[in-house]
């Protein structure tokens, strides 16, 4: 009660905007459990001293990366910088995955799992 006596006589805006839905830890784990693990277990990959480096070198340069310029006493740079999947909303982060399961596919003929047929695989574990 106390607190909304402290509110007493003050002004208030309302706001409406469409909620952002931030990505589940499901489909981080997809990501991670499933793509970048199956991928990581193919000839091009395999290389890589775990699947998280296959998502930092790789997958994350070529499509989470965007070049920005940068002006200092009047010189121009470009910056390369990275989007966070982090900060995807649910229908982002999906078409993320499915960009990256289209160029496994297409480049190395690799077969990832549906979100399905993953957790399906973790239950029969």
Not at 17 to 35: P, Q
Not at 46 to 72: C, E, G, R, W, Y
Not at 109 to 125: D, G, H, M, R, V
Request: hydrophobic content about 40%; glycine content about 2%; overall charge negative.
């Amino acid at each position: 009660d106390q607190q909304l006596l402290n509110l007493e006589g003050q002004e208030f805006e309302e706001v409406i905007k469409k909620r952002f839905h931030k990505v589940s830890t499901d489909a981080h784990a997809y990501y991670r459990g499933a793509v970048l693990a199956t991928a990581h277990k193919h000839d091009a990959f395999i290389h890589f001293n775990k699947a998280d480096d296959i998502h930092n070198d790789v997958i994350a340069p070529m499509f989470l990366s965007h070049i920005k310029q940068v002006t200092l006493k009047g010189r121009t740079f470009d910056k390369i910088e990275y989007t966070s999947t982090a900060s995807f909303s649910k229908q982002e982060m999906a078409e993320f995955i499915e960009r990256v399961i289209s160029w496994l596919i297409m480049e190395f003929n690799i077969t990832i799992y549906s979100p399905e047929a993953y957790y399906l695989s973790l239950q029969n574990k």
